[in-house]
């Protein structure tokens, strides 16, 4: 069974710092990993989504990489803004099925 | 732009009442979930489905049960609502392949008193 695990649960930075999540899955034999972003209260939007064959993926700030042999994923934000606190999710999507595993988040603050 | 809707943002309920909650999404995706999600649990599968009238139990799909008639449609029902119900509910659809993302509504907070 797919687990999914994203270290730290929190992080608190200051504006401008470029930062990095983390997100370890246990199963290697995925078809893609997806992040997403989540405001309290709200829904989940989708950030960038990684397929099995890919390395990485942009997306202005953003930058997600996937090492599929070590069962890892990160998400670089460059120059952080306060528009960015928000909770951060990964979520694998294994085999032949459609769904996908989360982890529980990394809770992002960007202080003034 | 892509948009899942769900009827209701925030519902409150009572023990034992039957309970609808709806998700239309505009996509023409095959596939369609529900999870919920809970403080330290995270969000969790209840029921998926990859086709019109086909479901797929998920991780936790006790007390719950589904309907997908039209293709943009799927509805979580709670057959009998308990107060370990209360939850955010979360609709999600997908289209096939590992090129698709997966879209989310704006969530439903139940409240089961």
């Known amino acids: 069974k797919q687990e999914v695990t994203q270290i730290p649960a929190a992080l608190s930075v200051p504006e401008g710092e470029n930062l990095v999540l983390n997100c370890s899955f246990t199963?290697?034999?995925?078809?893609?990993l997806q992040w997403f972003r989540q405001d309290p209260g709200k829904g989940l939007t989708s950030l960038l989504l990684?397929?099995?064959?890919?390395r990485e993926q942009t997306s202005g700030r953003l930058n997600a990489s996937l090492d599929k042999s070590s069962g890892r994923s990160t998400l670089y934000i460059a120059a952080s803004q306060p528009g960015d606190s928000a909770t951060y999710l990964c979520a694998a999507r294994g085999g032949t099925a459609s769904k996908l595993t989360f982890g529980t988040g990394t809770r992002l603050q960007v202080t003034l | 732009d892509v948009k899942v809707t769900q009827s209701s943002r925030y519902l409150v309920k009572r023990t034992g009442e039957k309970v609808f909650l709806e998700c239309v999404q505009d996509?023409?995706?095959?596939?369609m979930f529900w999870y919920r999600q809970d403080p330290g649990l995270g969000l969790r599968l209840i029921y998926f489905?990859?086709?019109?009238?086909?479901?797929e139990k998920g991780d936790i799909p006790e007390g719950y049960s589904v309907s997908r008639e039209k293709k943009e449609r799927f509805s979580l029902i709670l057959e009998s609502a308990s107060t370990n119900q209360t939850s955010m509910y979360l609709c999600a659809s997908s289209g096939w392949g590992g090129a698709y993302e997966q879209y989310f509504g704006p969530g439903t907070r139940l409240t089961v008193t």
């Open positions: 990684i397929q099995s064959s890919q």
């Open positions: 489905s990859y086709d019109v009238k086909m479901k």
């Open positions: 199963d290697s034999a995925i078809y893609n």
């Open positions: 996509m023409d995706h095959e596939n």
